[in-house]
């Protein structure tokens, strides 16, 4: 047990992070879990860690999903990976906003639609987190982004848009350098558990 003295969380893209990226994801068939995502999660909730799922969902704005699914998709997910053996998802946010929406309700530009990090400010709010102390990971670099707006460390993976986006990070602004690139959810979760333990000595 390492983060037993704070309360720390791990925020999590859905889409290129947990589960394969297909696009705008509209139906339960396309929730296709990464095969090292369970363990991941695993290693991350033994030590203590919330974990808090943190999605841009635009294809709400653009009409191309319908506005409830985004839920109904985190509440499938969450139970399919407890039927694989993974942790409970504590938490689950989405932003169904884009600026360039057809659908009116949904077209703005909000702060909750990431790099903004209004659904991570969110989730410190409603679980009590420590975001100095938590990490954020995800396989767009306003991922990397949210995170270190609310202080938090911020990994980049290589799955999903990460490998075409890792060659720009390097010559991005500060804010958009990842702490750590990490090949998949797996590979985030021990850098993460290995930075807590040398912090903790």
Known sequence: MIAHHRK????????????EDVGYADNLDQIVIYPWAVDALGKLKDAGFRLILVSNQAGVAKGLIDP??????????????????????????????????????????????KPDPGMILQ???????????????????????????????????????GTRLSATAATSPAIRQPDFIAKDLLEAACWILAREQKSEA
């Not at 942790?87 to 989405?94: A, I």
């Not at 987190?129 to 609310?150: F, K, N, P, Q």
């Open 8 to 19: 720390q969380a791990v925020f999590l893209d859905r889409d290129g992070t947990i589960i």
């Open 68 to 113: 409830a699914f985004p839920e109904e998709a985190f509440r499938y997910l969450r139970e399919k990976l407890i039927w694989q053996g993974a942790p409970l998802l504590d938490g689950g946010y989405h932003c169904p906003h884009h600026p360039d929406g057809t659908i009116e309700s949904y077209r703005l530009a909000c702060n909750c639609r």
């Open 123 to 161: 989730a410190a709010r409603d679980f009590d987190i420590s975001l100095s102390d938590s990490y954020m990971v995800g396989d767009h670099l306003s991922d990397v982004e949210a995170g270190h707006r609310v202080g938090a460390k911020a990994v980049l993976l290589l799955t999903g848009h």
